[in-house]
């Protein structure tokens, strides 16, 4: 195999993006319909490189799947013969399967071959076997997964970290901010994205130990530190990125989920019980299902794992192939701002400054 | 003022609840329009107890108030001078205003004139005075704030801490355990409350190292405990009592009420969209107020404060009369059901097994 080339061209960067073609409830058909719908013209579009397909994983599975859809010329298929199953624990993956999709998508990453990996496995595995072959940027010491949350008024919030990191130092929460802080800026555009810690009152005494010497150490930094802010801020207009540690980020992350699920299917019994006619009804469940829209958690799928010296984005589980283009999109965007060196330099510039 | 009798005979306990005419935004208008409705016969007729009203504050203010109702000679007045405003510090309040309504309320329930004290004030004064007045039941190191979260069909889901205790051994997590298994045996009739450890995943390898020494020893106590649950747990009918530190309960309640608000400005913005017609519109908005009647966080307004040598429940800051009502009732219960011996007679036995 050949190991395609960096750039095409000055001013032309390439955007070499390999998925996993085994990870997620639905794959690989899930992961084969999102790759049709990533070579239409209108998804290269919206980014200012070349875009370059490769899938990973088993040959004999998916290079027929690649032909049967007409696309096995556009998609390179790099093979892996092992998969790691949603129920595997990470260390067994880590150790065990060293030929999985992941393990081989990590490789071509770390030596080049491809900008990013994208992929709706395990979690765990994917973050411990990115961690494993990538190794953290210099000055991170946790890498962290970040989530977007919708916002009013079609904002959005970053929240993390999401689960990676269960029990962390104020240092690794500072080191989230920084990295959340290059994410904003360099794929939402903002020029001093807010930063808040997540806490359970907005005054300085509120918190745990570990809160508090992480705020008195954000004020400290160049970061745009707004101070503490609380659950119900995560879905405002006055906070750009939210640091917290895995077990409380993923509590949050569980909590709306649950919340949406259970108003909907509150809504639900109320929009079938007997007192709404049947004409209001039907309107109104258009209306309900446009809403299920705009808050689908699908809408911003693709959370980036930052800190990894290498682009890897998981999608959920669950996706479809709709939502899986949506993180194949945060990866390109990703490689496209230069996100790894921007985050490099700015841990660079903190330590210094 | 003379101490009223703790019982009027045999099988009719007396239920004296006191309440804090100066805790809530709306207070204290809001407080009499709530005293007025609880002395309306349909209320006290849901316990077995016979009901006595107080209420302490500013003889001054509520005096006028109470007689320009007609409910003069039905409430016993308690005078106190102070008053603890939402933004005093705990330590403030519990140091420079020892007159004030929750002090006299709690010293008047820790000598026996008074069963319950219900508050819609400051969350930090009312805890920290009540554990300094009334201090906490043996065995207990730590009072926790419950929060009652609805469930999907008519269920209900006990959370504790919601954010006493930012910080917790894997001894006070036990301990909120068996509270909280108690005060659902207690109040809802269930014969052995199932009781789930809140996690960022079901396997035992999940969690920080308090977490899983927590999950070991709840596994070796006489409760009914099922293991880890996660966020999206709360809302389901799968636990009954989920226990967790203050942070990450605080996080957790206000992440719900954060998801609530913005799906339901979300859902308003598609209701007022052109697409839906005005008829269709109307009909849908008035399945979503029953809908948001049905989660109105104060359809269960009234946190019990657990562990203390006496019964105090905290409203809402933002109730009105209505949910200020329920939080009296959640009062009434505890006291009609002797939670305080049930939850000592239980920590006693947890001890001996």
Redo the contacts between chains.
Sequence with gaps: MSEPAHTTGEGSREIRILVDGHGGDAAPAMVLDALQMVLAPGFSAQFSGTLTLGIVGQEEVLAPLLRARGIDSRVSLIPATDVIGMCD?PSHALRRKKDSSIHVGARMVRDGYWDALVSAGNTGALMAISKLVLKTLPGIDRPAIASMI???DDGRTLMLDA?AN??CTSDHLVQFAIMGSCYMQATEGLDAPRVGL?N?GS?D?????V?KLTSSKLAETTLNYIGNV???????NDVDVVV?D???G??????????????A???KK??T?G???K??????R???N??KD??NPGKYNGAPLLGLNGIVVKSHGGADAESFVSAVSVACREVDENLTDRITQSVQEMVES
Excluded: Y
């Design positions: 624990s919708p916002a009013v689960g269960s029990e997540l359970i005054e005494i509120k918190g745990t130990d809160i609380e659950g119900t801020d995560l879905f405002g917290c895995g077990f409380v993923n509590v949050a992350l569980k909590t709306m989920e649950g919340t949406a699920r259970f108003l299917h509150s809504m109320e929009l019980s007192v709404v006619a004409a209001g009804a039907l309107m109104a258009s209306a309900l446009r809403f705009r808050v």
